[in-house]
């Protein structure tokens, strides 16, 4: 729970020092980065797993993976291993990935698998209903004292949010509709619950978790990393929300005349999403929803990634691409046009974010500034240090006077839908 201040009840502040993160919680123009130890410090990262990721909302994946009844899928997150299933009545349910008898994985993490009936443990056969409960246990009929009913699977609270699964293992983080809180609206034009997942990478990218993050949330770099997304965007177009109400920030970008979408070539595959306005259909919409989920809404396709901290320098990542399910049957349907892409710009990305690691565990290196086309950064940065202090993590506002551009928000934008000039008005930093 949490308390009406915002204070996580039993929430210590983390391992970092709190000067410099007094400086990182300043008013954007004043503020410098996370200390170094945010991004290379094992006691951080612990730290990180125990209050984001178990005593918080963070992704498990996409419900397109559990499609059906009986479909399941184990995941790590935080230092719990998760097993989702999709039950019989629709719902999807996570469980601790352990069986009751002797805590054998249920399933490894990263894989899925599909049994319409049960959930069975491959080391002496117990299983589980779809809804956790104990189905068999070979041997143990007659067992004196054993208590079926008190040998089903831990049940975690779990939400499906817009095609989108959020476990909070601890089950302590409150409601789930606050984390995401004013963010609905912008999403659900995209429909991704009924979007068929058509492209998959999987890459273990050799710098913190965070660093990925901040990358994301800013185009600052684009000129100087990003040829082809320059080519289809124009990196100083478009603008971030100013004032999330949840545990979220929000770019984003125009398209370029004669571009269709984000492609090497101009050109899509598919067709724009049923649900999207004109101006949606110009635009490509970044989404960070704290911790771990990447959320890129794109005229005629979304894409995703979720990120997994594997050490303080090595992070997993697994980016996937969501299609209409009209454009995205089983016959010749071919997602190279957004997957190249992205494989391209992910790359570029991840080289840039391991150089910023090695230079991260220099000794001498020295939080930075931000510049006034990273206000994405400094939201991402202020959620951080707000939950390092010990609260529930919340980006800061960012004041209008510290923006670049007048007083257009992405709010009104969206809401003046189809206008391109609300887009050339505009020219703040979205994403890159
Ligand atoms: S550990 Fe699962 S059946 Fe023994
Ligand atoms: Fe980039």
Redesign the pocket.
Known sequence: MISQTGQRPDAGAAPVDPEALAQSLRPFGESRMLPGEAYTSHAVLDWERRHFFDEGWSCAGVSALLSSPGDQRAEALGSAGVLLVRGGDGAVRAFANA??????E?LPCGAGGVNRSFVS??????SYRLDGSLRR?PGFDDAAGFDTSAHGLVELACVEWHGIVFVNPSGTAGDFSAHVAGLADHVAPYEIARLATRGHHGYVVGANWKVLVENYQECYHCPVIHPELCAASPPRSGKNHPDPAGAWAEGWMELREGFETMSLDGRSSASPLRGLDGFRRRIVDYVVIFPNLLVSLHPDYVMTHVLTPVAPDRTRVVCEWHFAPEDAGPDGFDPSFAVDFWDVTNRQDWSACEAVQRGLSNPLALPGPLSREEDGVYQFVTMVASGYAGRTPQPARVSAARRLTGPQTTAAALAGAGSAAVARATSDAGKG
Request: glycine share 0%; with cysteine.
């Open positions: 069986c009751r008898h002797r805590n054998h249920l443990c491959p080391y002496h056969a117990w246990a």
